[in-house]
């Protein structure tokens, strides 16, 4: 096989397009377990709930009220983190805000086992290959011609969406002063405490900001792929390798690994594609054996 | 108090003999896709056609009633297996029908050889059913991958289309459509330019699709079926792919998912559609009537296969598989579905396959008016001739 090398470079631009996902997604497994210490296994289950949000507000929630007009594109990417960001505090100050002094293993099992009641649920409803989501915004119809490759306007939007909010999201934990008392907070809650801040309060915000940003990317992800209960746990797996490599905990290491793996996957899916599934993992195992605190990991 | 002991006695006489009856009923499984990429082409639909002939047939047959069982085997052979084992083992089911799905399709045929129980398959493409993996007891009844990838292909080098990329759905079925077509384009002087494998029930092909560009080639095969297949077009025409796309198994249900502003033009190959002839026509209204949509080539395929299974019980006047089958194979096949339809020695059921077009918007007439008859292939062009079938049960 030739590679020519516009093809390469199509499937680069695929391979960002999954990066931003891997990074949108990582970038919530990382402040939770960073701030937390909390490994969330929920992160796909509420990745795919955030889709549903988006589905359920165009489709069925006309058909149920009896009105025409649905919740569309723009106000979904609203609703949708809000919904799910709402689901999450009630699930940290029910039942996730009692794990925190244990063993990380409760934390991992407490939302696991959410995660499959969330699939089981919707699993009875709906179609477990995917149902179509048709709020597509018009103006992201069609696709652009960019030289090498035509590329859709709506993946293309995804991506630049992705990163921007990725950027803010690492700027809102690293650069200002609400930031500073969420890691203050989570660091060292005593001290925390004694300067006056709200430590509970700090620990419920942080968990809605990690799962809102899951529930964004489900919102984000609806118009390309199939809505489906299950499209959570495909990419589970992968997003928590993202977050090994990059370090437990680490934003930046986050964001920047989730892309680069996302262009690696692209990259290989010319060269030998039925290795891409893998290499996430081949990576994986090669960082934890040479440094296994992750890319940018600290030692603790 | 004695009269009423008197009436207790003689109710209890009168109904006894009526639960004994009652209790055996004869059942027939449709073992098929209820909720995957395969539950529009088989799916609840051909419960309804099921049901349909058992109806037609009077509900009754050697004066039992008949009772159709349905479950999902969610597209995995180990599911579909345990399944048709417990139906034979515990529920005395005597006949599984649909079979969606290759996988699964093969596993349970080699059960039902196995229990010598009698499977139909409907729903499942690959050849292997009718060659390697034939049994006694196993018919492969609507279509098979030989005859989808005959008509099609054959179709489109005569066109002059003489360079292909497949892609193919990562399974026993894909790889039978992807060889068989393959085979056909080299045979006839084309040449395969590549072949890249998806997994079943994929969401993203924009990756594959793009190899499929870059390779050159005039046309892009689709080895794979329904939601695949339905999701792989509409990619391609999110990423303008220039090139001839051809569905090698295409269902009137994917027309209708795609809709003809996408899917014009297209050509295909079909067992069945209710628009190609008038008693076709006949039959998808009374189904229409009960499902609320068209019924697809395996759906057809279900109704005209049990009611065939029914009538052999009937003429056998037992449920033995041994007997049944024998019935099934002497009895040709007359109905909407098949003319002079034949069940050969290596249970491949011959009959015409129709090369069909889509519409373009402009000329559909109503919400199911999508195709347009190209071609008839008879059977004995379209399926693999019985010469050639490496079954073990053919006698050369």
Redesign the interface.
């Known amino acids: 096989m030739d590679i020519s090398f516009s093809a390469v470079l199509s499937q680069i631009m695929l391979g960002l397009n999954n990066g931003a996902f891997y990074a949108l997604l990582s970038l919530g497994l990382a402040v939770i377990f960073g701030m937390l210490n909390v490994v969330n296994f929920a992160h796909g289950a509420f990745y795919m709930l955030g889709a549903f949000a988006a589905l359920l507000g165009l489709d069925y929630l006309p058909r149920l009220l009896g009105s025409d007009v649905g919740i569309g594109f723009w106000s979904a990417l609203l609703l949708g983190p809000l919904l799910v960001g709402l689901l999450g505090v009630l699930i940290e100050k029910t039942m996730l805000q009692r794990l925190y002094k244990v063993d990380h293993l409760y934390g991992l099992l407490l939302t696991f086992g959410l995660a499959l009641i969330f699939e089981g649920v919707l699993t009875n409803y709906f179609n477990v290959a995917g149902e179509p989501y048709s709020g597509k915004p018009a103006m992201l119809e069609g696709a652009v011609n960019l030289g090498f490759m035509v590329f859709p306007a709506y993946r293309l939007f995804s991506i630049v969406f992705s990163l921007l909010v990725c950027f803010a999201v690492w700027y809102l934990a690293e650069r200002t002063r609400l930031g500073s008392y969420l890691r203050a907070g989570t660091e060292n809650p005593d001290v925390a405490r004694a300067f006056g801040i709200d430590v509970p309060m700090l620990r419920s915000l942080t968990y809605f900001l990690g799962v809102a940003l899951a529930g964004l990317a489900g919102v984000v992800a609806a118009p390309i792929y199939s809505v489906s209960p299950k499209m959570g746990s495909d990419l589970i797996i992968v997003v928590f390798a993202v977050v090994v490599i990059g370090g437990m905990g680490s934003i930046m290491g986050a964001i920047v690994t989730g892309l680069a793996l996302g262009l690696l996957e692209g990259a290989v899916k010319v060269f030998y594609p039925p290795l891409a599934n893998t290499v996430i993992f081949i990576v994986m195992a090669l960082v934890l054996l040479w440094r296994p605190a992750g890319l940018f990991g600290k030692e603790r | 108090m004695q009269a009423r002991i008197k009436t207790l006695v003689v109710a209890t006489v009168v109904a006894l003999p009526l639960a004994a009856q009652a209790a055996e009923p004869l059942k027939i499984g449709i073992l098929t896709d209820m909720?995957?990429?395969y539950?529009g082409v088989g799916g609840k639909g051909s419960v309804i056609a099921a049901e349909l002939a058992a109806a037609d047939a009077g509900g009754k047959v050697l004066g039992r009633p008949i009772q159709i069982v349905a479950a999902d085997h969610?597209n995995k052979a180990d599911i579909g297996v345990s399944k048709a084992r417990e139906w034979f083992d515990t529920q005395g089911v005597a006949m599984i029908n649909d079979l969606t799905n290759s996988g699964v399709g093969i596993a349970v045929q080699r059960l039902g050889t196995e229990k010598k129980r009698i499977t139909i398959n409907n729903g499942a493409g690959s050849t292997a059913l009718t060659n390697k993996e034939c049994g006694p007891y196993g018919v492969h009844y609507a279509y098979d991958t030989y005859a989808l990838a005959k008509g099609t292909a054959t179709a489109l080098m005569k066109q002059g289309l003489n360079s292909w990329f497949f892609l193919q759905a990562d399974y026993a079925f894909g790889q039978s459509l992807q060889n068989d077509a393959a085979a056909i384009v080299s045979g006839m002087g084309g040449k395969v330019l590549?072949t890249?494998?998806h997994p079943l029930?994929t969401?993203?092909f924009?990756?594959y699709l793009?190899?499929a560009q870059?390779s050159g080639a005039k046309v892009v095969g689709l080895a794979n079926a329904?939601?695949d297949f339905v999701?792989g077009v509409k990619q391609a025409k999110?990423?303008?792919l220039k090139q001839t796309l051809v569905g090698l198994l295409v269902f009137d249900s994917d027309i209708k998912a795609l809709g003809l502003n996408t899917a014009q033009g297209m050509k295909f190959t079909t067992a069945y559609s209710w628009e190609l002839t008038p008693e076709m026509e006949a039959f998808g209204k009374r189904f229409f009537a009960k499902a609320g949509f068209m019924p697809t080539m395996t759906q057809a395929g279900v109704y005209s296969s049990t009611m065939h299974y029914l009538n052999a019980v009937k003429a056998a006047g037992s449920d033995d598989a041994d007997a049944v089958m024998k019935k099934m194979r002497s009895t040709p096949i007359n109905d909407f579905f098949a003319k002079k339809g034949v069940i050969r020695a290596d249970g491949r059921m011959v009959h015409d396959m129709y090369l069909v077009e889509v519409l373009k918007p402009s000329e559909s007439k109503g919400p199911w008016d999508q195709l347009r008859l190209v071609a008839t292939i008879p059977g004995d062009v379209a399926f693999k001739p019985l010469s050639a079938s490496e079954c073990s049960l053919v006698k050369k």
Do not use: R, Y
């Open positions: 909720s995957g990429v539950a969610q590549g890249v494998k029930a969401t993203d924009s990756s793009l190899q870059s329904g939601g999701n999110e990423f303008g």
